[in-house]
């Protein structure tokens, strides 16, 4: 190999060796992005045998089989509070399921409508619903629930994105269900609420079900995720 070959060969390598930095730079760039822009969160729904059920009130026995659920899992940042119609969605604010049903987002809402100073204001992105309607706002991730019985499963396993914020105070996801009482309408029941975020487990966990100690004719849902607290885990009360 002549001087000139080695040379060229040389500076050919050096390229490589820059290029291959550089690859692996963007990849690091890349990966740190994704750790703080969003993570994908499990989330495990654990139904009893019959959900539901408040419509059926005043039957006895196995013909209180319930209806379908839906559920909405809703996502809020910090940034989404400054919004004034947003205020309800504050983590202390003690929201229930019939305000959200209520005023939740809808297609075709726009800043310049009535409904924009009391209808809640989220991007489709941080809303995840499972839903029969053919038209929703949000991103469908499954349909309602019918039961364990009915689904044949009494865990159903679902994931979503979470995209920034996981410790902030402001920060909290919300899982809507839409109980419906004997007169049709929603029942004012809490949603199961994980806040902040970033202080449960990954694998996040709800349990749906009838209870007849409870009020609004027993229908409940609970946040069931470990707590870490101070390196330990603690079950949500």
Not at 54 to 78: D, K, W
Not at 198 to 208: P, Q, R, W
Request: glycine share 8%.
């Amino acid at each position: 190999m002549s001087t000139r070959e080695r040379n060229e060969h040389s500076r050919w390598l050096s390229e490589q060796g820059r290029a291959a930095t550089r690859s692996v730079c963007l990849l690091g760039v890349l990966l740190m992005g994704t750790a703080w822009t969003g993570c994908s969160r499990k989330l495990t729904i654990t139904q009893e045998d019959y959900i539901n059920t408040a419509m059926f009130a005043g039957r006895s026995g196995t013909t209180q089989r319930g209806e379908p659920l839906e559920l909405n899992i809703v996502c809020v940042y910090p940034g989404d509070l400054k919004e004034e119609a947003n205020d309800r969605l504050d983590p202390e604010s003690e929201i229930t399921s019939d305000v959200w049903y209520e005023d939740r987002p809808v297609p075709g809402d726009k800043e310049d409508t009535e409904d924009r100073e009391t209808r809640f204001w989220l991007p489709k992105k941080q809303i995840f619903l499972l839903t029969d309607d053919k038209k929703f706002f949000g991103t469908r991730i499954g349909g309602r629930l019918r039961g364990a019985l009915i689904d044949k499963k009494k865990d159903i396993r679902k994931e979503f994105k979470f995209d920034a914020g996981l410790h902030d105070k402001k920060s909290v996801i919300y899982v809507f269900p839409k109980f419906i009482g004997p007169d049709g309408r929603v029942l004012p029941i809490r949603p199961a609420k994980l806040h902040p975020p970033g202080a449960y487990t990954d694998d996040l966990h709800v349990k749906i079900g009838v209870d007849a100690g409870r009020e609004y004719y027993g229908q409940y849902i609970k946040n069931e995720t470990p707590r870490k607290l101070h390196g330990r885990e603690k079950e949500e009360e």
